[in-house]
């Protein structure tokens, strides 16, 4: 595992191995390894012969400042943590290196940008879209890889590669839960005791939600899942949409013709949580 902390250096050496015929896979992240991060390098590791691993607090996707100032970083626990897992690269830039200079582009994500996330955190995926493009010139990998746990970032990530014609191909992996069904999360490590065993809540009502789903139309779910979360003090959901799986709008009942996921943005005290469900008809 080699820690590289400047871009021209990671980008030289990739080149080296790309050269030499090597399939890259990069797993981009902004730290704070849980399962859920551990789990994609798993992924990213048996299906290249080089695996990248970025750890970088990105400013420019955070459009609240304390969610900024507060979120964990402990790269030296990250290194240990993640060394055993054998990734050829550990990517960890100082913020001047990914932005010497303020990033003024602005993208359009069509439908998949106004809603949810989108709607709540307005710029959010703006900042994401300006990290990934950065890191993707950098790292040029192969394969890419991304949690279906940030669903709609899965989304636009995948609508951008299309739209920019990239040649990288996205790969999604699964959500990685707490035993207690919590998806798995760095920001997890901020709730306080009452909370984190209150945040179980979010994936009982989803997986119930689910069984449910033959009994009730979508309006009346959605009620209802609003119902359950709220029911609890310490939890205050912000939305819940059940949206098709790729365009991401609304959808009125259970039979059009699309695959359907629930998503949801709950806080916990001060902490934001996002989680999702698949519907399957
Ligand atoms: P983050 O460090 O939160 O930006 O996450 C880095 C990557 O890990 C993103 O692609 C996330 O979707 C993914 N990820 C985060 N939490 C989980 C989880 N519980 N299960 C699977 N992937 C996850």
Same mark, same amino acid.
């Given at each position: 595992?080699?820690?590289?902390?400047?871009?021209?250096?990671?980008?030289?050496?990739?080149?080296?191995?790309?050269?030499?015929?090597?399939?890259?896979?990069?797993?981009?992240?902004?730290g704070?390894?849980?399962?859920?991060?551990?789990?994609l390098?798993?992924?990213?590791?048996?299906?290249?012969?080089?695996?990248?691993?970025?750890?970088?607090?990105?400013?420019?996707?955070?459009n609240?400042?304390?969610? %900024?100032?507060?979120?964990?970083?402990?790269? &030296?626990?990250?290194? *240990?943590?993640?060394?055993? /897992?054998?990734?050829d690269? =550990? $990517?960890?830039?100082?913020?001047?290196?990914?932005?010497?200079?303020?990033?003024?582009r602005?993208?359009?994500?069509?439908?998949?940008?106004?809603?949810?996330?989108?709607?709540?955190?307005?710029?959010?995926f703006?900042?994401?879209?300006?990290?990934?493009?950065?890191?993707?010139?950098?790292?040029?990998?192969?394969?890419?890889?991304?949690?279906?746990?940030?669903?709609?970032?899965?989304a636009?990530?995948?609508?951008?590669v299309?739209?920019?014609?990239l040649?990288?191909?996205?790969?999604?992996?699964?959500?990685?839960?707490?035993?207690?069904?919590?998806?798995?999360?760095?920001?997890?490590?901020?709730?306080?005791p009452?909370?984190?065993?209150?945040?179980?809540?979010? %994936?009982?009502?989803?997986?119930?939600?689910? &069984?449910?789903?033959? *009994?009730?139309?979508?309006? /009346?779910?959605?009620?209802? =899942? $609003?119902?359950?979360?709220?029911?609890n003090?310490?939890?205050?959901?912000?939305?819940?949409?059940?949206?098709?799986?790729?365009?991401?709008?609304?959808?009125?009942?259970?039979?059009?013709?699309?695959?359907?996921?629930?998503?949801?943005?709950?806080?916990?005290?001060?902490?934001?949580?996002?989680?999702?469900?698949?519907?399957?008809?």
């Amino acid at each position: 595992m080699r820690v590289i902390r400047h871009k021209k250096e990671l980008h030289e050496l990739l080149g080296l191995l790309r050269s030499k015929g090597d399939k890259i896979g990069f797993v981009p992240t902004m730290g704070t390894f849980h399962e859920g991060h551990l789990s994609l390098l798993r992924c990213c590791r048996k299906e290249n012969n080089i695996s990248v691993v970025s750890i970088f607090v990105n400013p420019t996707q955070f459009n609240d400042k304390n969610d %900024f100032k507060n979120y964990p970083r402990d790269l &030296n626990k990250d290194l *240990q943590v993640i060394e055993p /897992e054998n990734p050829d690269f =550990v $990517f960890c830039p100082e913020t001047d290196e990914m932005y010497p200079e303020p990033d003024k582009r602005v993208f359009d994500f069509g439908k998949l940008g106004n809603v949810m996330e989108g709607e709540f955190r307005p710029g959010h995926f703006n900042g994401v879209a300006q990290i990934v493009t950065k890191l993707f010139d950098i790292v040029m990998p192969n394969n890419a890889y991304f949690g279906e746990k940030d669903f709609q970032q899965l989304a636009i990530i995948t609508f951008m590669v299309r739209s920019l014609n990239l040649p990288i191909n996205i790969v999604s992996c699964p959500i990685i839960r707490e035993t207690d069904g919590l998806a798995m999360s760095s920001r997890n490590q901020l709730l306080n005791p009452e909370e984190r065993k209150s945040a179980a809540l979010i %994936f009982q009502t989803l997986s119930k939600a689910v &069984n449910l789903q033959k *009994q009730h139309k979508i309006n /009346e779910l959605i009620n209802w =899942v $609003f119902e359950q979360i709220d029911s609890n003090p310490l939890l205050k959901v912000e939305y819940f949409k059940i949206v098709d799986s790729i365009e991401l709008q609304p959808v009125n009942n259970w039979e059009a013709q699309c695959n359907k996921v629930g998503c949801i943005a709950v806080k916990a005290g001060k902490i934001r949580l996002i989680d999702n469900i698949r519907f399957n008809s």
